[in-house]
């Protein structure tokens, strides 16, 4: 079984025994998370939100380590501009303990689909009717145009 979990931004395929780097968590001890999607052994995926919200992910923190450096510098050729600058995450490394999948639903809601018992038409208002289609409208006639002006003899 694995699940998905969304930590710093970021998701991450984790299953039980996993050790996960995920971006800097202050908390110490254990931190719970609830997963985006669960997945079984046998293929069925809860991915249902009142569902996932009853299920928990465990993870135990180890501590804290930093990625690799990102040197970033910034030229402009022949102007003398020149910036340097530098990034270095710190990470938190956990281990993934538990996955906690929520309780199987009681309910008579999937008893009575699997029994094929009906539901009650509901009450809807009836379908508004939708306005005739436009007819196209006349042609009107064609304006004539003015006469060109004949140029003046003798001038």
Same mark, same amino acid.
């Given at each position: 079984?694995? *699940?998905?979990?969304?930590? =710093?931004?970021?998701? /991450?395929?984790?299953? %039980?025994?996993?050790?996960?780097? $995920?971006?800097? !968590? &202050?908390?110490?001890?254990?931190? @719970?998370?609830?997963?985006?999607?669960?997945?079984?052994?046998?293929?069925? $995926?809860? #991915?249902? +939100?009142? %569902?996932?919200?009853?299920?928990?992910? @465990?993870? %135990? $923190?180890?501590?804290?380590? #930093?990625?690799?450096? $990102?040197? !970033?510098?910034?030229?402009?050729?022949?102007?003398?501009? +020149?910036?340097?600058? =530098?990034?270095?995450?710190?990470?938190?490394q956990l &281990?993934?303990?538990? !996955?906690?999948?929520? /309780?199987?639903?009681?309910?008579?809601?999937?008893?009575? /689909?699997?029994?094929?018992?009906?539901?009650?038409? #509901?009450?809807?208002?009836?379908?508004?009717?939708?306005?005739?289609?436009?007819?196209? /409208?006349?042609?009107?006639? *064609?304006?004539k145009k003015?006469?060109?002006?004949?140029? &003046? %003899?003798?001038?």
């Open positions: 079984m694995y *699940a998905i979990i969304r930590a =710093g931004g970021k998701q /991450a395929k984790v299953s %039980e025994g996993d050790i996960v780097d $995920v971006e800097r !968590i &202050k908390d110490d001890g254990e931190v @719970t998370f609830t997963p985006l999607l669960i997945v079984e052994k046998n293929g069925t $995926v809860i #991915s249902d +939100r009142k %569902e996932l919200s009853k299920a928990k992910v @465990t993870a %135990e $923190v180890l501590g804290e380590s #930093s990625g690799p450096k $990102v040197d !970033i510098f910034k030229y402009k050729a022949k102007t003398g501009y +020149r910036r340097r600058a =530098g990034h270095r995450q710190t990470y938190t &281990k993934i303990k538990k !996955i906690q999948k929520p /309780a199987p639903a009681k309910g008579g809601a999937k008893k009575a /689909a699997t029994t094929g018992a009906k539901e009650a038409p #509901s009450k809807k208002e009836p379908a508004a009717k939708k306005p005739a289609a436009k007819k196209p /409208a006349a042609k009107k006639p *064609a304006a003015p006469a060109a002006k004949k140029p &003046k %003899e003798g001038a």
